[in-house]
Nanobody
Framework: QVQLVESGGGLVQAGGSLRLSCAAS?????MGWFRQAPGKQRELVAV???????KYADSVKGRFTISRDNVRKTVALQMNSLKSEETAVYYC??????????????WGQGTQVTVSS
């Protein structure tokens, strides 16, 4: 079992930046971020493998950057040019990523990101 602890959520104005961080209790192949806005399904934001391979949602490409530190077992999400519609609870996620998949097995408790217009 891998436990995930997020930090860095908060309130920011539209066009601003915010950085989310997540620490894992153990080493794991895939780490990343999902988000869930009120009344909507949880959706992928960005994920990264231990080898550095990344996958982003089309809506955040060029504005968000995911990174990880395999030694410290942390993953971070730098979010720039934030939009009001990106207000959501952001969840840290991790998974085994077997056979080249991006499968997720573990979730953090979530951190609120509010973007004011």
């Amino acid at each position: 079992q891998v436990q995930l602890v997020e930090s860095g959520g908060g309130l920011v104005q539209a066009g601003g930046s915010l950085r989310l961080s997540c620490a894992a209790s153990g080493s794991i192949n895939v780490m990343g971020w999902f988000r869930q806005a009120p009344g909507k399904q949880r959706e992928l934001v960005a994920v990264i493998r231990s080898d550095g391979t990344t996958k982003y949602a089309d809506s955040v490409k060029g504005r968000f950057t995911i990174s990880r530190d395999n030694v410290r077992k942390t993953v971070a999400l730098q979010m720039n040019s934030l939009k009001s519609e990106e207000t959501a609870v952001y969840y840290c996620a991790a998974g085994l990523g077997l056979f080249g998949t991006w499968s997720i097995n573990y979730w953090g408790q979530g951190t609120q990101v509010t973007v004011s217009s």
